[in-house]
């Protein structure tokens, strides 16, 4: 079976004075606070969440 890809997401830039819509993609995504970190599997969902906020993230994609 092939492995699933893995992609590590860290929250760096605030919250405030960020539209309501796009505060929930970050907690739909499991970020709370400045520097929380969740690791998800990469799937069209996550992707398009991501790309929503990309300006408020910091992504990588994880080996293991």
């Known amino acids: ?3 699933k890809q893995k992609v590590r997401i860290q929250l760096v830039r605030s ?5 309501e819509k ?3 993609v970050v907690r739909a995504l ?4 400045l520097g ?6 990469k799937n069209p969902a ?3 969440m ?3 906020v990309s ?3 910091q992504t990588e994609r994880v080996e293991k």
Request: glycine share 14%.
């Open 1 to 3: 079976m092939a492995k």
């Open 15 to 19: 919250l405030i004075g960020v539209p």
């Open 55 to 57: 300006h408020l993230l």
């Open 22 to 24: 796009q505060r929930r």
């Open 46 to 48: 996550i992707d398009g």
């Open 36 to 41: 929380s970190v969740v690791v998800k599997e």
């Open 30 to 33: 499991g970020l709370g606070r």
């Open 50 to 52: 991501v790309f929503k």
